[in-house]
Structures are given as C-alpha cells and as structure tokens.
C-alpha cells in the first residue's frame, strides 16, 4: 500500500490480474457476438455464466451487496448497473455490458456497449465518442503522472465533440485484491492533480456520457441507474497497468497495443 491505501501489485500479481482481464475480454467479446434481437437479458447472463466458469474463473459481480447477475446489463436510457432479467431486447436498442472476473483472488472489470440492429448516427456517434474517451484517458497516463490527467484527457475529447453530458456521480477506480479500490478516477478534472500514478497500481477508466443531461435516478431495484430526461447512454471500460515499458491494458484481449500504438502510446505488456 501507499498513499490513500492505494494498492501496489507485484510483477507477478499482475500477470493473475491479466488472467482475469483475459477472462474478461473473452466473455465481452462473446457476448457482443451473439446478442441479438429478441435475447432477454438474462439470456446473455447465463452465457456469460458459463463462459467465465469454463475459463476457470468466478465472477466478481455475483452476489455483490446483492447483485443477482454475473453482468450488468444497461439498455437505452439505463446507464451502469441494469440487473438481467425478462427484458427483451429489440431491434434498434443499445446495451451496455458491464463484466467482471476473479482467478486467484485477483480481479478485471470491463465494459462494453452494443448497438443491436440499425441505430440513429446519434447514437452510434456517442457509442465512438465514448469509447474513444476512454482510450484517450488511459493514453494520458504515464509513470510519474496523476490521476486527474486520466480525467482531464476524458473530459476534453468528450467536451470538443459535441454536446454530450458525462453522467455525474460515476467514477473509474482502483482495482486488484477487490473489485473497487482506491483511488477513485473520475470523468473530469484537471491535469496534475490527484493520487500519483506508480508502477504497481491498477486502475479501472469507465466513461458514461448521455446524449441529454448528466443526472441520473436509480430505479426500485435500487440498482439501475437511468438519465433522468430518458435521453440514452453509453459506458466503456478497460482496466489497466503502467509497467516501465509503457501501458498495458489488462481486459483488451491484444493488451490494447494496436489502440495505443495509433494514439502514439508505447505498449508495456506482453
């Protein structure tokens, strides 16, 4: 541990955490395959169930202050932490998969989102604005750096490509022995400021950006959070590392290294 209890892996407690990120981008991956109109939810939880059990993993999000699903499934105006259930999805809807994984006690978070079928170009427009964000924030990050250059390089590409609205009161974080661990890492902020980044931390970036307004409400399950205007949403997340040879991003199944290298980021994995 140091500053703010921030927790600092070992080499080789890096290489578990790229297991379960493995994990992770595997299950994504088969899941943005096989959706598909007229699938419940709770259809694409069980598959991801099984995938993650036949990769020898568990999952971290089962059980978790209750949560009942291994994925979080979030359609249209429902922005992080829609519980699978009997909704049946349909041509034109989009819908955020959240997915996280243990091997050997050591923990990847990540998040996706599909469009099913044709889309407005708004929409489809704020799916590449979102998960760009995300790239740009982990690209900001180098040894030696903050936290708020992550947020700040989030902030300022959503900011110069229209009139999105990051969703408030939702924030990246720590991640490694438990799912979420200090340090927070929001959306928004400013370079230079926050925990510094050091060899050995883990962080989780999730940019949630709404093409209407940034508040949200929790429904009744008291776990889904929606845009309060119904306008609809995107959310995206990888998890990664800084090593001394550059970035890797621990839940991108090629470890991110086409994505940074066309950002211009050196690739620190293998």
């Known amino acids: 541990m140091f500053?703010?209890?921030?927790?600092?892996?070992?080499?080789?407690?890096?290489?578990?955490?790229?297991?379960?990120?493995?994990?992770?981008?595997?299950?994504?991956?088969?899941?943005?395959?096989?959706?598909?109109?007229?699938?419940?939810?709770?259809?694409?939880?069980?598959i991801a169930y099984e995938h993650i059990r036949s990769l020898g993993a568990s999952s971290n999000f089962l059980g978790y202050h209750g949560f009942t699903g291994v994925v979080c499934t979030s359609v249209n105006e429902q922005v992080v932490h829609g519980i699978p259930g009997d909704r049946i999805l349909g041509d034109g809807d989009v819908?955020?998969?959240?997915?996280?994984?243990?091997?050997?006690?050591?923990?990847?978070?990540?998040?996706?989102?599909?469009?099913?079928?044709?889309?407005?170009?708004?929409?489809?427009?704020?799916?590449?604005?979102?998960?760009?964000?995300?790239?740009?924030?982990?690209a900001a990050a180098s040894l030696g750096g903050r936290v708020g250059d992550i947020s700040n390089a989030v902030e300022t590409h959503i900011d110069s490509q229209g009139s999105y609205c990051?969703?408030?009161?939702?924030?990246?974080?720590?991640?490694?022995?438990?799912?979420?661990?200090?340090?927070?890492?929001?959306?928004?902020?400013?370079?230079?400021?926050?925990?510094?980044?050091?060899?050995?931390?883990a962080l989780a970036v999730e940019p949630m950006?709404?093409?209407?307004?940034?508040?949200?409400?929790?429904?009744?399950?008291?776990?889904?959070?929606?845009?309060?205007?119904?306008?609809?949403?995107?959310?995206?997340?990888?998890t990664f590392t800084l090593t001394d040879e550059g970035t890797w991003v621990l839940t991108a199944l090629d470890g991110g290294e086409a994505k940074l290298a066309e950002l211009g980021v050196r690739f620190g994995g293998h």
């Open 209 to 238: 950006v709404a093409l209407g307004t940034a508040d949200t409400y929790t429904l009744e399950d008291d776990w889904t959070v929606v845009t309060a205007d119904g306008s609809w949403a995107a959310h995206y997340e990888h």
């Open 166 to 201: 990051i969703v408030e009161g939702y924030t990246g974080h720590g991640i490694g022995s438990a799912m979420h661990m200090q340090p927070s890492v929001p959306n928004q902020g400013r370079r230079g400021r926050g925990p510094k980044l050091v060899k050995g931390m």
């Open 95 to 138: 819908v955020s998969i959240d997915c996280g994984a243990i091997v050997d006690g050591w923990h990847g978070d990540a998040a996706t989102t599909v469009a099913i079928g044709e889309v407005p170009d708004e929409v489809r427009e704020l799916m590449r604005v979102t998960e760009e964000s995300l790239w740009r924030g982990i």
């Open 3 to 46: 500053d703010r209890g921030i927790e600092i892996k070992t080499p080789a407690q890096i290489e578990v955490m790229r297991e379960a990120g493995l994990v992770v981008g595997k299950t994504l991956e088969l899941l943005r395959n096989t959706v598909k109109a007229g699938m419940t939810t709770r259809e694409l939880d069980a």
